[in-house]
């Protein structure tokens, strides 16, 4: 079996919000680039990446996977990934990756998770992830207060069945953001799962003093407090939370600097920076190793990544966390039967052959033209469109 070709559309599909983050505003929609993975025998293996219109970017690989063995995926990863460092990308390999795996399951007729190691639950819980909302679905206001965010969660935990929750933190206030999660503690009680993440912008005593009040709350870990190894290095020593990230280390030049200077206790997987699902499952035997936690990011992802993302973290037995999840903010998705099902805040594995997903086309042609209307926000995605003077600033607060 060989690889003919590769196809790529970019689709943007609505949310129900516009979420804020430290660096920006998703304005309405989240974008990602679909690719297919033709071979010879006629099999297509779907794959996802986001960032923006990839399309480009993945054409320049094309020569280089054309001919190739979607088994031999060392290869792949050689000519790829480890060709030439200043075209390595982890996140456009992990989406050929994730093709390939969708070609080997469909061949084989089975799941992706059984080419991981075979899945060892049945579904994935996920979290709710609180972002501070402009224009909200409902009144059309934004999120001002921690009661805003609070009642939301309560919203999501009655209507979706999640038992954790995570903010998307550096938005507001830190102390205003603390609030949430006290908040949150009060109106679902102590068994409810409790994150921050403010994505490194605050300072080491910032993120030290706000870690400090949050250690009555028993929260399950505080997310990139501060920037760099070494912010997260400073808080880790002077507060009693576990530090989390999904930045640094968020690849595996940094994992072992990471881990000798003891900046993390919880690492979060995601097949893009971690150079696909078997990447993912690299990582998780380092640190397994160390004994360090493991749990999942979410990088705003359509139905094809987050199936990835389920036959991954299902073949995990240390993913004790709910995973991340941004999927509860997009009214649709370009996948066959429409978005995937929450069901006691979890969603069942896929057991269909690969992925187990397939593409809607009418859906696929939608969107893309959507994408066309909108336009790539990636160029444009530090700015805020209530605050035009406004830009990120990391370490002022």
């Given at each position: 079996?060989?690889?003919?070709d590769?196809k ?27 690719l ?26 094309k ?17 790829v ?6 075209m390595?990308?982890a ?32 579904e994935?819980?996920f ?38 929750m ?12 603390v609030r ?26 910032t ?16 997310e ?11 808080v ?5 939370i ?11 030049d ?18 893009h920076?971690?150079e ?29 990544e ?79 469109p209530?605050?035009p ?5 990391v370490g002022?607060?």
């Open positions: 079996m060989k690889i003919i590769l790529t559309r970019c689709v943007a599909i609505p949310l129900n919000a516009q979420l804020r983050h430290n660096t920006g505003v998703h304005p309405g929609y989240f974008l990602r680039t679909i297919e993975l033709v071979t010879d025998e006629g099999i297509i293996g779907l794959g996802e990446v986001g960032g923006g219109d990839q399309c480009g970017a993945l054409q320049k690989l020569p280089r996977i054309i001919g190739l063995d979607p088994f031999q995926l060392e290869v792949m990863k050689l000519k990934l480890r060709s030439i460092y200043y390595s990308n996140r456009l390999y992990a989406a050929l990756e994730m093709a390939c795996l969708d070609i080997q399951g469909k061949v084989l007729n089975r799941p992706m998770s059984d080419l991981l190691g075979g899945r060892i639950r049945d994935v819980p979290i709710a992830y609180l972002f501070w909302r402009y224009d909200r679905p409902g009144d059309g206001k934004h999120d001002q207060t921690a009661e805003d965010l609070a009642d939301y969660c309560v919203e999501l935990h009655q209507t979706l069945g999640v038992n954790a995570k903010l998307k933190a550096g938005v507001m206030q830190p102390e205003e953001e949430v999660l006290e908040l949150c503690r009060q109106k679902l009680g102590s068994d409810f799962g409790l994150r921050i993440d403010p994505n490194g912008v605050w300072s080491v005593s993120a030290v003093k706000m870690g400090k009040r949050m250690e009555e709350l028993g929260i399950e870990y505080f990139d407090p501060s920037w760099g190894l070494q912010g997260n290095a400073s880790r020593q002077q507060i009693r576990p530090i989390a990230s999904n930045m640094y280390p968020a690849r595996f940094d994992l072992a600097p990471a881990i000798r200077l003891g900046a993390v206790d919880i690492v979060l997987t995601d097949i920076y971690w696909g699902p078997r990447g993912v499952k690299d990582l998780v035997a380092v640190c397994n190793a160390f004994n360090m936690g493991i749990a999942m990011h979410s990088g705003a992802e359509f139905g094809i987050l199936a990835a993302m389920i036959h991954t973290a299902a073949t995990i037995p240390t993913m004790t966390f709910a995973g991340d999840a941004h999927y509860h903010y997009l009214t649709d998705d370009i996948i066959e039967g429409g978005k995937m099902e929450y069901v006691n805040g979890c969603i069942k594995v896929p057991t269909g052959p690969g992925l187990g997903v397939s593409l809607d086309e009418d859906k696929m042609k939608f969107y893309q033209k959507y994408y066309e209307e909108k336009g790539d926000y990636y160029a444009r995605f530090h700015q805020d209530y605050r003077e406004w830009y990120p600033k002022g607060i």
